[in-house]
């Protein structure tokens, strides 16, 4: 199961998996990012927020992750993976294949920070403001 939102403001999609994920969270995804990106050029960022990685419920979702990886990553500017899960580090390899978007990892408590580095323009990419440090911290 996949929780998805738009900051329509920002242009950045906010996804949350809470179960294996299925072929129609991708078709719910599909449409809400396309109908986005009727009217915007691209998506600035997509935050993913988990604390683990849920897998998916078949080989059809699998596939249709894919098929929206495909249509979608050339419109998408920035990737953050907000997750402690040990294969975060492959994921982020393995994302790195399929999307051009520059990708981080973050912990799964640092979603503020990395929502920052998602916000931030492109000349500011790799400094963002830690809430709760109180400075500026690299985030490369």
Same mark, same amino acid.
């Given at each position: 199961?996949?929780?998805?939102?738009?900051?329509?403001?920002? =242009?950045?999609?906010?996804?949350?998996?809470?179960?294996?994920?299925?072929?129609?969270?991708?078709?719910?995804?599909?449409?809400?990012?396309?109908?986005?990106?009727?009217?915007?050029?691209?998506?600035?960022?997509?935050?993913?927020?988990?604390?683990?990685?849920?897998?998916?419920?078949?080989?059809?979702?699998?596939?249709?992750?894919?098929?929206?990886?495909?249509?979608?990553?050339?419109?998408?500017?920035?990737?953050?993976?907000?997750?402690?899960?040990?294969?975060? =580090?492959?994921?982020?390899?393995?994302?790195?294949?399929?999307?051009?978007?520059?990708?981080?990892?973050?912990?799964?408590?640092?979603?503020?920070?990395?929502?920052?580095?998602?916000?931030?323009?492109?000349?500011?990419?790799?400094?963002?403001?830690?809430?709760?440090?109180? =400075?500026?911290?690299?985030?490369?």
């Amino acid at each position: 199961m996949l929780e998805y939102s738009i900051l329509k403001p920002e =242009g950045i999609l906010l996804l949350t998996p809470t179960g294996p994920l299925s072929k129609e969270d991708f078709t719910g995804l599909s449409v809400l990012v396309d109908g986005y990106l009727a009217s915007h050029t691209n998506l600035h960022g997509v935050l993913v927020h988990s604390e683990s990685f849920p897998g998916w419920d078949s080989f059809g979702s699998f596939a249709a992750h894919f098929r929206f990886l495909r249509d979608h990553e050339r419109k998408i500017d920035r990737v953050a993976l907000v997750t402690d899960s040990p294969i975060a =580090g492959a994921a982020e390899a393995m994302a790195q294949l399929f999307i051009s978007a520059d990708i981080r990892h973050f912990g799964f408590a640092d979603y503020k920070v990395a929502l920052a580095w998602l916000k931030a323009p492109r000349a500011s990419m790799n400094r963002v403001a830690d809430p709760k440090a109180g =400075g500026i911290v690299s985030v490369m």
